[in-house]
Structure formats: structure tokens, C-alpha cells
């Protein structure tokens, strides 16, 4: 029986996130997988379907400070190895660069994006992006691109906002975020209010009302390709 893997990082929220609500309503089962816990990732890609890594909290390099960091770059080069679908979120897309290769590092002027931000599709992500998006957001690294994969989205203070390698899809945004996911972020210790580059709560609130639903939309289309 073919597996979908969804591999978490102990910093998703108490409600189900889109991919989660969207295999739930298709009728297809999934494992979650938490290395962060002791979960193994498989050896061998054999049987296995598609596979998410989820955003969290951790540097995608620290491997020193969470080796188990060091079994999902290997995962994320397996999978690609094996023209396994592989969708990264936001520290999940920084760690298919980090294992192809790609420099991730945080901006010099500690700039995030928290809030809802624009996207500009590049040429080659007009197919992905038929019309500009605005999506979720919440980190302060950015990845570089690794060789021999397309940019497809930028934003003006991280200009490598979606990727594509292989069978490997790299979103530095947060698709998967519904309201109640962030409103829960919003209300975290650990919110970045008033860090540079960071949206107030207001803003936050208005954007997500204006384009929510365009987001549920864009994302569920492209789950119900990526998971075909």
C-alpha cells in the first residue's frame, strides 16, 4: 500500500492545516512522522506515495543541536533521487535546498515576514501562479536555490519564495495555514510583533480576510495535482 509521509517538527498548531483537511476529505490515509520524537524516516523510498515536511522552529543546519535534522536532509535527497513527489513548507522547503546544496541563512538585517505577504510569479512559475498571490508567512531565513532547479515566486525581501527540483516543490510560504492556525500563531509568545519586516496584527487580520479564500483555492488545487 502506497504511504503518505508527513513529517513534522513539534511547531504546528493544535487544528488541522490544509494537506491534513484536504487527505482527510479525498479518502487518503497518512502517516505523521515526528523526528523531533525518535521517528525514523524510511531507508527506502520503496511504496511510498508523496511525503510534506512541515515548517517549525529549528535552523535547518543546526545539526549539531538536532541531529535528526541531519536524517531529513538525507530523506529530502532520497526522495528526490527517486522522483518521489516531496513538498516542502517553509523550513521543509529550506531543507531541500540545504541537502541539494543551497546556502540558508537569515537576512543581515534580521528582517522577517510574519504576516501575509505578495508574490511575484517568475516566468517560470506563471503556471503555478496564474495571478500574483498573497500567502501566509513566518520565518526569517531564506534559501538559495540548488543547481539545477527553477525559481517560480519571489517577494522583495526573500526572493526565493517557491522552487521546483525534480519531483521536489520547495514554498517558503505557508499554504497550509487556516485562520484558526493563524490566530494561533498570532497569539504565540513567540510571535515576531514589531520585528523589521513584520506585519501588524491588524494588517495581518485584514489581509487574511481579503485573501483567505483565494489561498484555500490556489492550495487545494495544487494538493489535488501534487497527490494525483
Same mark, same amino acid.
Given at each position: 500500500? *502506497?504511504?503518505?509521509?508527513?513529517?513534522?517538527?513539534?511547531?504546528?498548531?493544535?487544528?488541522?492545516?490544509?494537506?491534513?483537511? @484536504?487527505?482527510?476529505?479525498?479518502?487518503?490515509?497518512?502517516?505523521?512522522?515526528?523526528?523531533?520524537?525518535?521517528?525514523?524516516?524510511?531507508?527506502?523510498?520503496?511504496?511510498?506515495?508523496?511525503?510534506?515536511?512541515?515548517?517549525?522552529?529549528?535552523?535547518? @543546519?543546526?545539526?549539531?543541536?538536532?541531529? @535528526?535534522?541531519?536524517?531529513?536532509?538525507?530523506?529530502?535527497?532520497?526522495?528526490?533521487?527517486? $522522483?518521489?513527489?516531496?513538498?516542502?513548507?517553509?523550513?521543509?522547503?529550506?531543507?531541500?535546498? @540545504?541537502? &541539494?546544496?543551497?546556502?540558508?541563512? &537569515?537576512?543581515? $538585517?534580521?528582517?522577517?515576514?510574519?504576516?501575509?505577504?505578495?508574490?511575484?510569479?517568475?516566468?517560470?512559475?506563471?503556471?503555478?501562479?496564474?495571478?500574483?498571490?498573497?500567502?501566509?508567512?513566518?520565518?526569517?531565513?531564506? *534559501?538559495?536555490?540548488?543547481?539545477?532547479?527553477?525559481?517560480?515566486?519571489? *517577494?522583495?525581501?526573500?526572493?526565493?519564495?517557491?522552487?521546483?527540483?525534480?519531483?521536489?516543490?520547495?514554498?517558503?510560504? &505557508?499554504?497550509?495555514?487556516?485562520?484558526?492556525?493563524?490566530?494561533? %500563531?498570532?497569539?504565540?509568545?513567540?510571535?515576531?510583533?514589531?520585528?523589521?519586516?513584520?506585519?501588524?496584527?491588524?494588517?495581518?487580520?485584514?489581509?487574511?480576510?481579503?485573501?483567505?479564500?483565494?489561498?484555500?483555492? %490556489?492550495?487545494?488545487?495544487?494538493?489535488?495535482?501534487?497527490?494525483?
Amino acid at each position: 500500500m *502506497s504511504r503518505i509521509l508527513l513529517i513534522e517538527h513539534g511547531y504546528d498548531g493544535p487544528t488541522p492545516d490544509r494537506v491534513r483537511l @484536504y487527505l482527510e476529505r479525498t479518502g487518503r490515509p497518512y502517516e505523521v512522522l515526528r523526528p523531533y520524537q525518535g521517528d525514523a524516516l524510511p531507508d527506502s523510498m520503496a511504496g511510498i506515495a508523496a511525503a510534506v515536511i512541515y515548517g517549525g522552529g529549528q535552523e535547518i @543546519y543546526q545539526t549539531d543541536l538536532y541531529p @535528526y535534522l541531519a536524517g531529513e536532509h538525507a530523506f529530502a535527497r532520497r526522495a528526490v533521487a527517486a $522522483d518521489v513527489p516531496l513538498l516542502g513548507l517553509c523550513l521543509g522547503a529550506q531543507c531541500i535546498a @540545504y541537502a &541539494h546544496g543551497a546556502e540558508v541563512a &537569515h537576512r543581515s $538585517d534580521g528582517a522577517y515576514e510574519f504576516g501575509y505577504y505578495a508574490l511575484t510569479p517568475t516566468e517560470a512559475g506563471r503556471a503555478l501562479f496564474p495571478t500574483p498571490p498573497v500567502m501566509p508567512q513566518w520565518h526569517w531565513h531564506g *534559501s538559495g536555490v540548488p543547481e539545477g532547479a527553477e525559481v517560480l515566486a519571489a *517577494s522583495p525581501l526573500f526572493p526565493n519564495q517557491a522552487f521546483r527540483l525534480g519531483s521536489a516543490w520547495g514554498f517558503q510560504f &505557508h499554504p497550509e495555514v487556516t485562520p484558526d492556525l493563524m490566530r494561533y %500563531w498570532q497569539g504565540l509568545e513567540a510571535a515576531p510583533w514589531g520585528r523589521p519586516g513584520a506585519q501588524t496584527r491588524a494588517e495581518q487580520d485584514a489581509l487574511m480576510a481579503r485573501h483567505d479564500a483565494e489561498i484555500d483555492r %490556489w492550495f487545494n488545487a495544487f494538493l489535488a495535482r501534487f497527490f494525483a
